[in-house]
């Protein structure tokens, strides 16, 4: 193919992606409500929460929307990633990658729901309740917060799969990643540092150390793509 074809070719999968997005996103409005109201629960409940703006509500139910349409979305989207490298991979590799297909999706949920179950529980007490003063959050910036966290912490948990197939494209090896441990820990702290809702050591342990088990996870998942 030509390089303008290659180009038509994406141009035509992200479109694809996009309408699919959009109509997982549509979807998702059926149960948005629910939505909202489950991710108040580790705050104590929706009415622990106050709107101030005209649009606050709606802005809240789109964005709440969004990110389940994305993760309703995720598997169609990761076949138009792998659709569009698959003729320049051998047939074991193509095999390799609609195996990973479920598995970036697997992973990309138990993030969520780490962030979910773990880190919110752990941050919220003491971000609304800092120096003894009581906070009542924002509607919108609480659902901002919420659903950062949890997609960027879905984002970390596919390190594993990242490195396996990267491992697997022999772009990375399994001794090049153990020697260089140490890097690896100083980066996942700065990353849980960013991530982290809380500038508390406690819960940026507890996004490290999760982590640091998924790089241990990537460096075996190395050895194995290598083997």
């Known amino acids: 193919m030509s390089l303008w074809e290659h180009l038509e070719e994406l141009r035509g999968r992200l479109l694809r992606g996009l309408m699919a997005l959009g109509l997982t996103t549509a979807a998702s409005f059926a149960f948005g409500e629910r939505l909202i109201d489950l991710l108040a629960r580790p705050i104590g409940g929706v009415d622990k929460l106050v709107s101030i703006e005209v649009t606050e509500n709606i802005g809240v139910f789109m964005r709440v929307s969004l990110l389940a349409g994305f993760i309703l979305a995720l598997p169609y989207l990761l076949y138009q990633v792998v659709a569009f490298v698959l003729?320049?991979?051998?047939?074991?590799?193509?095999?390799?990658?609609?195996?990973?297909?479920?598995?970036?999706?697997?992973?990309?949920?138990?993030?969520?729901?780490?962030?979910?179950?773990?880190?919110?529980?752990?941050?919220?007490?003491?971000?609304?309740?800092?120096?003894?003063?009581?906070?009542?959050?924002?509607?919108?910036?609480?659902?901002?917060?919420v659903t950062n966290l949890l997609f960027w912490i879905g984002v970390a948990f596919e390190t594993p799969l990242v490195v396996f197939v990267l491992a697997k494209l022999r772009l990375v090896t399994p001794g090049l990643l153990a020697r260089h441990w140490r890097i690896a820990v100083i980066v996942i702290a700065v990353l849980a540092a960013v991530i982290t809702p809380t500038p508390d050591p406690v819960n940026m342990t507890l996004l490290m150390l999760p982590l640091l088990a998924l790089y241990g996870l990537s460096v075996l998942l190395a050895f194995a793509a290598v083997r």
Not at 101 to 115: D, E, M, N, R
């Open 87 to 145: 003729p320049g991979l051998t047939p074991r590799e193509r095999r390799g990658l609609f195996i990973a297909i479920p598995a970036a999706s697997t992973l990309f949920i138990a993030g969520v729901l780490f962030a979910y179950l773990v880190m919110l529980p752990a941050a919220l007490p003491f971000l609304i309740s800092f120096i003894g003063i009581r906070t009542t959050p924002r509607l919108a910036n609480y659902y901002a917060f």
